[in-house]
């Protein structure tokens, strides 16, 4: 059941980590692109990584599709790591399409998500994690330091 916070729940993300199958959609044709480097983690757990963007065909030697609506067959679950300002159509998009999962990731800051994308989110039943960075939970322990210093601090998921 989608929650109603701006904040996710360690569950909605365990639920998220579950699906071994998610769509990322603005994931960067630049290799170098801090985008690749999140669909690499994915990739290097196990899961497969379905990339979206409209002005690629192929990403790491994978087909590209230009949006949601075009993936085949399709997926529940969609990482967005767009800018805010396009999350909003994103999120519109994952909800013609039938996703159930939404983590909305802002490039660049991990606490950036659009609030009108979230709120969208909680109106069409689409469970989001707004903002959280998927590193902390499935990354080396570098990443998992992030999140041991959050506990401490009284900001990680709960």
């Not at 939404?102 to 909680?122: D, E, I, Q, R």
């Amino acid at each position: 059941m989608p929650t109603t916070s701006l904040h996710a729940t360690r569950a909605q993300i365990t639920d998220f980590l579950t699906h071994k199958r998610i769509a990322a959609i603005g994931v960067s044709r630049d290799a170098k692109s801090f985008t690749r480097s999140v669909t690499t983690l994915f990739k290097s757990k196990g899961y497969e990584v379905v990339p979206v963007n409209p002005g690629a065909t192929e990403i790491d030697g994978q087909p590209s599709f230009a949006n949601i609506q075009d993936v085949q067959p399709p997926v529940d679950s969609v990482l967005v790591l767009t800018t805010p300002e396009a999350s909003d159509q994103v999120v519109r998009d994952c909800a013609k399409s039938g996703v159930k999962r939404v983590w909305l990731y802002g490039p660049g800051n991990a606490k950036v998500a659009n609030p009108s994308a979230v709120t969208f989110c909680h109106e069409h039943g689409i469970d989001v994690i707004p903002g959280e960075c998927p590193f902390m939970f499935i990354g080396t322990w570098p990443h998992k330091m992030h999140g041991v210093i959050n506990k401490l601090i009284g900001i990680y998921p709960r």
